[in-house]
């Protein structure tokens, strides 16, 4: 079992910043890929950004140039730095913790972002 812990979520007005941590803590394997996912209200959870334990990271269109994925291997962190925010970007925040040898997948009970227009 993998326990996944966020912060930083919160409310911003547009054009403003946040940064959400999660902890990845449990059972873990070094070999994995954490990232953040959204869902706002009546839509499905989507990728915003991941990053492997490579360091191989992908974001979605919506947040390119304006978000920032990065992790810390040793402590089991991934941070995501969110910039330029707009209300589109209001959602729920979920971290995930995968694997794929053998397959697992965790997440986080979630940390809402309200961006204010």
């Known amino acids: 079992q993998v326990q996944l812990v966020e912060s930083g979520g919160g409310l911003v007005q547009a054009g403003g910043s946040l940064r959400l941590s999660c902890a990845a803590s449990?059972?873990?394997?070094?070999?994995?890929?954490m990232g953040w996912y959204r869902q706002a209200l009546g839509e499905q959870r989507v990728l915003v950004a991941s990053?492997?334990?490579?360091?191989?990271?992908k974001y979605a269109d919506y947040v390119k140039g304006r978000f920032t994925i990065s992790r810390d291997n040793a402590k089991n962190t991934v941070d995501l730095q969110m910039n330029s925010l707009k209300p589109e970007d209001t959602a729920v925040y979920y971290c995930?913790?995968?694997?794929?040898?053998?397959?697992?997948?965790?997440w986080g009970q979630g940390t809402k972002v309200t961006v204010s227009s």
């Open positions: 995930q913790y995968s694997t794929w040898n053998p397959v697992h997948v965790y």
């Open positions: 449990g059972t873990l394997f070094s070999i994995n890929t």
């Open positions: 990053i492997t334990s490579g360091r191989s990271i």
